[in-house]
């Protein structure tokens, strides 16, 4: 088993960075793509960004794309999602899953573990 847990949300005014982490427990994530979802109220969970296992390659959804920018830390078995230039449109749920799949990341579906999510929010 894995546990994930989401830390380093809060309220930030639009403009704004934080920067969240994502630490995972129970066993090596090195193998593992890692991403990153977001669900806003009344909304569906969304895709927001990815990295393959080895780090090598990063993915992001167009809404976030040169905004936001997803790292990983295998020897603190941590991934991260640095957000910069926050809008009101960012607040929402952000979780963290991992994945043995070698694509697909932007699905919810091949992720097999998942964190209980951190708050973010954007006031305006």
């Known amino acids: 088993q894995v546990q994930l847990v989401e830390s380093g949300g809060g309220l930030v005014q639009a403009g704004g960075s934080l920067r969240l982490s994502c630490a995972a427990s129970?066993?090596?994530?090195?193998?593992?793509?890692m991403g990153w979802f977001r669900q806003a109220p009344g909304k569906e969970r969304e895709y927001v960004a990815a990295?393959?296992?080895?780090?090598?390659?990063?993915y992001y959804a167009d809404s976030v794309k040169g905004r936001f920018t997803i790292s990983r830390d295998d020897a603190k078995n941590t991934v991260y999602l640095q957000m910069s230039t926050l809008k009101p449109e960012d607040t929402a749920v952000y979780s963290c899953?991992?994945?043995?799949?070698?694509?697909?990341?932007?699905?919810?579906?091949?992720?097999?573990?998942w964190g209980q999510g951190t708050q973010v929010t954007v006031s305006s």
């Open positions: 899953a991992i994945t043995l799949a070698s694509g697909n990341y932007y699905s919810a579906h091949p992720y097999g573990y």
């Open positions: 129970g066993r090596p994530v090195s193998n593992y793509a």
């Open positions: 990295i393959n296992w080895s780090g090598s390659n990063t």
